[in-house]
């Protein structure tokens, strides 16, 4: 049975678990029909590439006939998406982090009553791409809003639809830059770390992608911190690697995790 985020913030402390070793480099088909009724998520910073590895894992799950959806966040309804454009406009430099971390949590409310808890419900596997992990790795690791307030906001949000299991992909925040825009590579060597990784304004994707390096060392920070606080329900992959060692985790892992 999942355990709730709210209550356990002190007291459960473990490892995090980076896939080393890979031997299983696929999943059988009876490890995906595992997956019907399951919530996981993928996560991690920019540019850490779980968006790659979750087309990758749908083709393969969808290959083996489970019955599986697929959502964003913020959005994946008419209302979140909304709300996302308002979160990641370049115009809204002045949203106050509670104002963003609350707009978060809005866009995740509506998406669990209009469309995860009916699939969940229905026997589909949930694959979502970001969820709370990434409002307490942004807006708390990241913009320093308490964890505690954060998983408060979280319980009325989700109401109960916590995710079976959250991979999280980790990789040096400098090397994420570098794969959001080569230009971050030609600053660091110039000795300007720090500054905006998205050095050109025709390269700015979100208001959220132009923040500091500080700001990604602390969310990268705070994933591993979940990771260890919630080890029963958390997975963490070496997001360095080539795209084909990454899936070789992703496949272990999640095979693993659901396993006999």
Not at 58 to 69: D, F, M, Q, S
Not at 75 to 85: A, F, H, L, V
Not at 113 to 133: H, M, T, Y
Not at 223 to 247: C, F, G
Request: net charge neutral; charged share 25%.
């Amino acid at each position: 049975m999942r355990a709730k985020w709210g209550g356990v913030l002190t007291g459960l402390v473990g490892a995090s678990t980076i896939a080393e070793n890979i031997e299983k480099e696929t999943m059988a088909e009876s490890d995906y029909q595992r997956l019907a009724g399951k919530f996981v998520v993928f996560d991690g910073p920019d540019g850490c590439g779980k968006t790659t590895q979750m087309k990758r894992f749908l083709e393969k799950a969808e290959g083996a006939g489970v019955r599986i959806r697929r959502f964003r966040e913020p959005g994946g309804t008419p209302i979140g998406e909304q709300i996302r454009d308002l979160l990641l406009s370049t115009k809204n430099q002045e949203m106050d982090m509670r104002c963003e971390m609350l707009l978060y949590m809005a866009s995740r409310a509506q998406l669990v009553q209009e469309q995860i808890r009916p699939a969940l419900e229905a026997g589909e596997c949930v694959l979502a791409d970001r969820f709370a992990s990434s409002t307490l790795a942004y807006q708390g690791g990241g913009g320093g809003l308490s964890s505690t307030a954060i998983l408060q906001v979280a319980e009325i949000a989700v109401d109960g639809a916590w995710p079976h299991l959250t991979v999280v992909f980790d990789l040096p925040t400098d090397v994420a830059m570098s794969r959001l825009n080569p230009l971050w590579a030609a600053g660091k060597k110039r000795g300007d770390v720090n500054q905006n990784p998205l050095f050109d304004d025709s390269a700015v994707k979100d208001r959220i992608e132009q923040r500091a390096r500080d700001f990604f060392e602390r969310v990268r920070e705070n994933y591993l911190w979940q990771a260890k606080q919630w080890p029963e329900r958390y997975r963490v992959v070496d997001a360095s690697k080539t795209i084909a060692q990454v899936e070789k985790q992703v496949m272990k892992v999640v095979g693993e995790f659901f396993g006999d």
